[in-house]
């Protein structure tokens, strides 16, 4: 089960990396975010290209050094949980749709989760 939750956080990543780093107008376009220069596309190709990418990589790593596991999977579920946090914390001055906020604010809590669950403490 580990395994899987793994590569499914790490699938997630690398697609929104990729995604990111090919279209990042596109990538914001749902959250209402017009890139309006070239230093805004690169802030987004580094913010979720870059960071999408390196995590799925680090999660790979996870997968095939079980040394390492137990600290990429906390490390990344607080990535995640982070994230989480920043939606729920805007709900406080502002109302948003299901459609992205909440949507993604499901996800990321429940990818954390599922990441924070997966960490052996037994070693």
């Known amino acids: 089960m580990t395994i899987t939750v793994i590569v499914v956080a790490a699938v997630f990543f690398a697609g929104m990396g990729v995604y990111a780093m090919a279209a990042p107008a596109r990538m914001l376009a749902p959250f209402d975010v017009v890139l309006g220069s070239a230093a805004a596309r690169s802030e987004v190709r580094a913010v979720y290209g870059g960071f999408g990418l390196a995590i799925a990589a680090v999660l790979v790593v996870a997968?095939?050094?079980p040394a390492l596991r137990p600290g990429v999977l906390v490390t990344v579920a607080a990535a995640l949980a982070?994230?989480?946090l920043g939606r729920l914390a805007s709900a406080v001055d502002c109302r948003t749709s299901?459609?992205?906020n909440w949507f993604y604010?499901?996800?990321e809590?429940?990818?954390a989760a599922a990441l924070f669950?997966?960490?052996d403490v037994t070693g």
């Open 63 to 65: 997968i095939t050094d």
């Open 109 to 111: 809590a429940v990818a």
């Open 98 to 100: 299901f459609y992205p």
């Open 82 to 84: 982070g994230m989480a």
């Open 105 to 107: 604010f499901i996800v």
């Open 117 to 119: 669950m997966s960490v």
